[in-house]
């Protein structure tokens, strides 16, 4: 490890996946294997790029939504 504080997952319990994006997060089926793999590896050039991939999936209601409901999750796990 290198000292950083491993990232929690995007996920935030809304998971509706409409043509294969979940609503709650802007995460692909794809995105979530991704994900466990990235963090398992500490890579967090990978996991950096799907937040900002799922960022833009959603629309600005959604991601306002997401960067609150996240907010709240990484603050229950600090």
Do not use: H
């Not at 990978?46 to 603050?75: A, F, G, P, V």
Request: charged share 30%; glycine share 6%; hydrophobic share 30%.
């Amino acid at each position: 490890m290198d000292g950083r504080k491993q990232m929690i997952s995007p996920c935030v319990s809304l998971c509706s996946n409409v043509d294969g994006i979940c609503d709650g997060c802007g995460r692909s089926m794809k995105d979530k294997f991704a994900w466990k793999e990235a963090a398992a590896n500490n890579d967090n050039i990978t996991l950096d790029r799907i937040l900002l991939d799922s960022k833009e999936r959603l629309t600005s209601k959604q991601y306002r939504n997401w960067q609150t409901l996240y907010e709240q999750k990484k603050q229950r796990n600090l």
